[in-house]
């Protein structure tokens, strides 16, 4: 396999960027499809109702995927440092600690889903009549999804190992296959929310099984380190897995924070729309992934390179790259506003039949939603810089603040200052405050360490 020819020390910061990011947001991106296929052909295939299943069980997605993030961020950023100082072997045993821990993780969690998997169900705010699709769907999810965490981890370690373009692939050929699959099994096949669940489930075995492949068979300089069993060899397991998690947590809580505006708007939804509601704001959940997928690319081709050169102590390239995340994510956030605002009608189309209660609802409201892209970018790019730098509790502080505290609070408070509007808004609003607050104590910590010097 040709490695792609990458210096994190030494490239142009722009060239090297570019570098990673279009591999790394082309992945992310495809990685989206795999969510927006499901809501696409189940919207259209089998129901309003069904789709808004499959919205209740999302946030079981995202606790996957924050999982995979979760040690994938704090993995990387770990084994970034110690191969700026050349400790390989270091690096190597840091990965194979976060993959084995987080496989034993994910198996407890699928056991303990599947055992309660009624009560999981109307946790995540389940009405009883939605109750039946949701446990078709969750039913055959939900095993499978220890393959899509283990993609999660897999791709950090194989973009920091050189190979952002096969990281890539990892995303597009599940993505590939679950479209594919989608229409075969819903269509043709008329399977329904099963069919919806298999195609899924079957792409993310391929994206996990592409990530071993490479890891036993392709890989440069990082691999599968044999781990001793001995007490010692425990505990420093348990050590270097415990400076991972503080690490990634505010990564993991990116993602949580995704699967609590899920979970707290559909409770504010179904209680003040209904099902239709909830039908209508899932359109909005299937397009709020392709943003965040792009904030993430964002974060995570400049994660390696910070992350790098704050191990080597070269401060410039360190801030170079902040500065250019900043301003691609402004872009960007920007670009899918513009693009959310203008063809609202019909992305909502492509989803509900235009005409039924739930698409009225929804090209409605999803507008005031799309106006939080901007911030919702920016704020992912910053904290992603935070964790970069070893700034674990101050990435876990605001990526709490923005995506369970505020968010919460603003679904509970507007809502009732602002009627069906404040629904749509409440997401937006906790975004500007966050983003606001960042950029206060950025400008606090700057004036600080100015007046030190």
């Known amino acids: 396999m040709q490695r792609d020819r990458i210096d994190f020390g030494k490239m142009n910061i722009p060239v090297l960027f570019r570098k990673i990011f279009f591999p790394t947001l082309l992945g992310m991106v495809c990685m989206a499809c795999i969510t927006i296929a499901d809501g696409v052909f189940v919207g259209r295939g089998v129901g309003s109702d069904a789709l808004a299943a499959v919205n209740i069980v999302a946030p079981l997605f995202m606790v996957t995927t924050g999982i995979g993030l979760l040690f994938g961020v704090g993995s990387s950023v770990v084994a970034s440092v110690h191969l700026s100082q050349r400790k390989v072997k270091a690096a190597n045993i840091n990965i194979t600690q976060a993959l084995l821990v987080s496989l034993l993780l994910m198996a407890v ?19 009883d009549q939605l109750l039946p699709p949701v446990l078709e769907y969750m039913n055959w999810i939900v095993p499978f999804s220890i393959f899509s965490m283990l993609a999660n981890i897999g791709m950090f370690i194989i973009r920091l190992d050189g190979s952002p373009k096969f990281a890539m692939l990892c995303n597009v050929v599940p993505a590939l296959i679950n479209v594919v699959l989608d229409y075969v099994f ?3 096949m008329q399977m329904g929310l099963t069919g919806a669940a298999l195609a899924t489930a079957l792409a993310q075995v391929a994206g996990g099984l592409m990530v071993l492949i490479y890891l036993f068979g392709f890989s440069g300089t990082l691999h599968l380190y044999k781990l ?14 415990g400076y991972m998690i503080r690490l990634g947590a505010s990564a993991m809580l990116g993602e949580l924070a995704i699967a609590c505006m899920m979970l707290v708007g559909n409770y504010a939804f179904i209680r003040m729309l209904a099902e239709d509601g909830v039908a209508a704001y899932s359109v909005a959940c299937y397009c709020l992934p392709i943003v965040f997928m792009i904030a993430n690319a964002i974060a995570q081709s400049a994660q390696p390179i910070i992350s790098y050169n704050y191990g080597t102590g070269d401060a410039a390239r360190v801030h170079a790259t902040f500065r250019l995340s900043l301003k691609t994510a402004f872009i960007s956030g920007l670009v899918a506003f513009a693009v959310m605002y203008a063809f609202c009608p019909y992305i909502v189309a492509m989803f509900l039949e235009p005409g039924c209660p739930a698409y009225g609802i929804a090209t409605k409201g999803i507008p005031y939603f799309a106006s939080g892209f901007i911030c919702f970018a920016l704020n992912i790019t910053w904290i992603g810089y935070y964790q970069s730098i070893e700034l674990a509790r101050k990435a876990m502080l605001f990526m709490l603040l923005r995506g369970i505290i505020l968010m919460s609070i603003c679904f509970l408070a507007l809502p009732h200052l602002l009627g069906e509007k404040g629904l749509w808004l409440a997401v937006p609003c906790a975004e500007l405050i966050i983003f606001i607050t960042l950029t206060v104590n950025y400008q606090y910590r700057h004036k600080v360490c100015r007046a030190v010097e």
């Open 186 to 188: 819903v269509f043709p």
């Open 109 to 127: 969690g699928i056991s303990l889903v599947m055992l309660f998997n009624k009560q999981t169900a109307y946790m995540l705010g389940s009405s």
């Open 228 to 241: 001793k069993m001995s007490m010692k060899s425990l505990r420093l397991t348990c050590r270097n897995t």
